[in-house]
């Protein structure tokens, strides 16, 4: 069972994801161009390289976010109760 938070994270790295792959864009070559295939290869692998670091950041943010989560659902202990000081004059 999914939390509005699990939902809401899922829907961040989805959109950063998306924003992820818009960045990367079509190869636009005309000709054969070697130079301009390997440019385009280095500018995906980079692409490639942040999205994954992106997802990764995001995992181990829902991890965080779960184990909190989980020490919120737990009860409280109960606090001891501390009983007032008599007054040495009494």
Do not use: C, F, W, Y
Not at 15 to 43: C, K, M, P, S
Not at 77 to 86: F, I, L, V
Request: overall charge negative; hydrophobic content about 35%; glycine content about 8%.
């Amino acid at each position: 069972m999914s939390s509005p938070l699990d939902g809401r994270i899922r829907s961040i790295a989805q959109e950063a994801a998306a924003e992820a792959v818009r960045g990367v864009g079509v190869l636009n070559t005309t000709e054969l161009d070697v130079h301009g295939l390997q440019q385009q290869i280095t500018d995906l692998h980079e692409h490639l390289h942040h999205a994954a670091t992106a997802i990764k950041r995001l995992e181990d943010r829902i991890d965080v976010l779960e184990k909190t989560a989980g020490r919120a659902d737990q009860q409280p202990r109960p606090t001891a109760r501390r009983t007032g000081r008599k007054d040495a004059g009494e």
